[in-house]
Nanobody, 124 residues
Framework: QAQLVESGGGLVQAGGSLRLSCAAS????????IAWFRQAPGKEREFVAA????????PYADSVKGRFTISRDNSKNVVYLQMNSLKPEDTAVYYC????WGMGQRAASAYETWGQGTQVTVSL
């Protein structure tokens, strides 16, 4: 079973950029669909983006479409989330999650392995 570690979070001004990384252990990384979710204080966890095992399918939440880009490097066991034009409403803890043999679904219940999360704070 893959273990996931997120990094790259921090404090950024509105309009700025951050790149989050999700590093996975294990030799079968390419068998997992990977997704990013986020949870703001007092709100439910929400889907942000996902990438299929081959990288061919990358669904996004409407709120981030055109601003965020998800990608994966199976040779390095890493998935990235490039976040541009950040807004204060993007402030949240960002989690990556893995779904063995998955297709990159939007439902959190599809993912069996989760990282600990990384905080992203966007100031005005």
């Amino acid at each position: 079973q893959a273990q996931l570690v997120e990094s790259g979070g921090g404090l950024v001004q509105a309009g700025g950029s951050l790149r989050l990384s999700c590093a996975a252990s294990g030799r079968t990384f390419s068998n997992y669909a990977i997704a990013w979710f986020r949870q703001a204080p007092g709100k439910e966890r929400e889907f942000v983006a996902a990438v299929a095992r081959s990288g061919g399918s990358t669904p996004y939440a409407d709120s981030v479409k055109g601003r965020f880009t998800i990608s994966r490097d199976n040779s390095k066991n890493v998935v990235y989330l490039q976040m541009n034009s950040l807004k204060p409403e993007d402030t949240a803890v960002y989690y990556c999650a893995a779904d063995l043999w998955g297709m990159g679904q939007r439902a959190a219940s599809a993912y069996e392995t989760w990282g600990q999360g990384t905080q992203v704070t966007v100031s005005l």
